[in-house]
């Protein structure tokens, strides 16, 4: 059977599986919707976050832009791992103990303000439907890369199964469905990679094959940087020193923004008790990191075989894989030199080879020559991870409208009928307008992405992470330093980023600092302000005090609920 | 009571405190400021730096979830402030 058979089987098991859990756990009440009922083991609820965390981006991208960054590509490792371990001991067992449905919620309440609940419901609104439309792209690509059919079509299927089982089944049925997701996008990340692995070096764990000795008896990596050099490429492993402040700043606003995602703190909520939020951010990051520590192996064996692969390698003699993907324009040659040799350079001006790195993930099995039912198990795998995000980022937005919107702020007596409705409703509009988005993207939505962590990082955060550790801090405190921290970020992202209109130069980069890591700086601006802003202000009232003070030991969490202070 | 429950809060600042530092030293200063330096040793076929920054930090993040969650427990079954 060839790989395009395989893709159908695959892919299409694993969708009838998805619909099928979604339909035995069917949300009957806005509190199965929202949080799953609460009654979400730990465990099951660490690989559902782990799938909703991991996104096409993840899946698809990271390993290629790794393989072409070497060292630097730490950053996006560290960065969006890091996260949890601030989630886990700073966030996410108080945010439990609290007891409510969503990060507006918490603002609201602890800052016994409705303002407050706005400006965090427009933030969370903001960040959420940037990440969809990226996701039902990356649905798109997938399906029109392998299923034959055209991208619009792509993006509808997409629409169709998301639509199926976030509307149905809520969080409920999304976490179950994630589930499932977790499972097939692992199993289909690291089969490859231990292929490859054991074809490499010998060993059937990419961890450690990835630092060992290819048959050769050189070491795989000193070998990667060998070759790295002869082509004019640097040294594989060595740091960049001249980007080190750069780096320092991007994996950190990675990682304060983690911490400060509306969908990844939700999930938090979906736990019986505090105890269990501390586990399940535990189990969450470990099922990620099975990934993420396989990804870089992924990436060195990916780079060394295609330099092995094609480097000087006569045109006329390309293996199928490599003229499957030019016709998707993703992969180009030039003949400069007409020597009917494929030269991949450093120099710009003698390089042959375009490739676009989003594609070494899906070609790594065809590169590697396994056989086709792995390249098909990277396809549903990818899918997966993309539906899996959309479904969690969908969940986010319709929470948002309906409680945080209409059931707090414009229709307080709604019935929970009547809200759970409403509920469905908007993710229903969600993904249709998630899905048209998708379909005809604003060319900046690879840009916006920065914005969502580098908002998440400079205003969620230092809000968060205050309203739990500092009694003394007031709505007056709080909302100048969310205020200051967006505006500052958001500013400097415009002002930096050409593709969104922006006249600034790198040159004048603040301390060398790009876009993707000023959300760390536009953080420590919001934790200055609120202080200072906070200490001359009256203090919050007394039961708003009581309520800090009562989060911070874990008994008597109870379920969920939703309960008014005032 | 109340003195109980501020010993209880500053013990859990405390394990904070290290864990956080830690989890500051292993990405930010061996995955970062100081991974030139630590290249020059080698872990295997890893240069240490490059190992701690793409595999070792990520692998001491989960190590310290789970020893957190530990020191919690143990910690809210002295302080009878678990959960039932």
């Known amino acids: ?350 390089n042959e080879l375009a490739i676009d790195q989003d594609i070494m993930v899906l070609a790594n099995p065809e590169i590697a020559n396994l056989p086709a039912w792995v390249v098909a198990l990277v396809v549903a795998g990818g899918l997966a991870a993309a539906l899996s995000t959309a479904a969690g980022l969908l969940l986010v937005i319709a929470t948002s409208i309906s409680h945080d919107l209409l059931k707090k702020n414009l229709r307080p007596d709604i019935s929970e009928r009547g809200e759970l409705w409403a509920a469905r409703i908007s993710i229903a509009v969600a993904v249709f307008a998630a899905g048209i988005a998708g379909m005809h993207p604003p060319g900046f939505v690879a840009q916006v992405v920065a914005l969502a962590f580098g908002l998440a990082a400079s205003s969620f955060f230092p809000a968060i992470i205050l309203g739990i550790f500092d009694k003394r801090m007031n709505r007056e405190g709080a909302i100048s330093g969310m205020i200051v921290g967006i505006v500052f970020t958001a500013t400097y992202i415009f002002y930096f980023t050409p593709q969104l209109g922006g006249p600034g130069s790198r040159e004048n980069f603040w301390f060398g600092i790009s876009p993707e890591g000023i959300g760390t700086l536009g953080m420590i601006f919001n934790f200055l302000v609120s202080i200072v802003v906070s200490r001359f202000t009256a203090p919050p009232p007394a039961e708003v005090q009581e309520l800090t003070e009562n989060i911070r030991f874990p008994r008597g969490s109870g379920e969920a609920h939703d309960i008014t202070i005032h | 009571m109340n003195a109980k429950k501020n010993l209880y809060w500053k013990k859990n600042l405390t394990y904070l405190s290290i864990l956080l530092l830690i989890w500051f030293i292993v990405s930010f200063g061996a995955g970062i400021l100081f991974a030139d330096f630590l290249n020059q040793f080698k872990l295997a076929g890893f240069p240490l730096g490059f190992w701690f920054a793409q595999q070792g930090s990520i692998y001491v993040f989960v190590v310290l979830i789970f020893v957190y969650v530990f020191l919690m427990n143990r910690l809210d079954k002295a302080f009878d402030v678990d959960e039932k």
């Not at chain 1, 303000?113 to 903001?126: D, E, G, M, P, Y």
């Not at chain 1, 703190?265 to 099975?290: C, E, H, N, Q, Y």
């Open chain 1, 1 to 350: 059977m060839d790989a395009q058979a395989w893709t159908y089987i695959l892919v299409g098991f694993t969708f009838v599986l998805y619909i099928g859990i979604a339909a035995w756990s069917r949300a009957g009440s806005t509190q199965e919707f929202y949080v799953a009922g609460a009654g979400v083991h730990p465990l099951l609820n660490g690989m559902a976050t782990a799938a909703d965390w991991m996104s096409a981006a993840s899946f698809l991208s990271m390993a290629g832009l790794i393989s072409f960054m070497g060292y630097g590509g730490a950053q996006y490792l560290m960065g969006w791992t890091g996260g949890y371990v601030l989630l886990a001991l700073l966030l996410a067992p108080y945010l439990r103990k609290f007891g409510k449905y969503t990060v507006p919620d918490f603002i609201g309440e602890r800052y016994y303000s409705k303002n407050a609940r706005l400006v965090a419901l427009i933030c969370a609104l903001f960040v959420s439907f940037t990440y969809v439309v990226g996701q039902m792209k990356g649905v798109g690509v997938a399906f029109a890369r392998f299923l034959d059919v055209s991208f619009e079509t792509g993006v509808l299927i997409g629409i169709g199964i998301v639509f199926f089982y976030a509307v149905l089944g809520g969080m409920k049925g999304i976490t179950y469905t994630q589930v499932a997701q977790y499972c097939v996008l692992i199993f289909a990340f690291t089969v490859p990679a231990i292929f490859i692995s054991l074809q490499m070096t010998g060993n059937p764990i990419p961890q450690l094959g990835f630092g060992g000795k290819t048959t050769d008896g050189v070491y795989l990596l000193e070998k990667l940087n060998q070759v790295s050099i002869d082509l004019g490429f640097a040294e594989y492993t060595a740091v960049n020193k001249g980007n080190l402040v750069n780096m320092l700043f991007i994996t950190g606003a990675l990682m304060f923004g983690t911490a400060g995602l509306p969908h990844v703190i939700v999930r938090f909520f979906t736990v019986p008790k505090v105890k269990d939020a501390r586990i399940s951010a535990g189990w969450a990051l470990l099922f990620i990191a099975l990934l993420y520590t396989t990804a870089p192996a992924v990436a060195a064996f990916a780079r060394t075989n295609l330099i092995k692969t094609v480097s000087e390698k006569p045109y006329a003699e390309v293996p199928q894989w490599f003229s499957n993907w030019e016709k998707t324009g993703l992969l180009k040659f030039t003949d400069k030199n007409s020597d009917g040799k494929i030269q991949y350079l450093a120099d710009a001006n003698l």
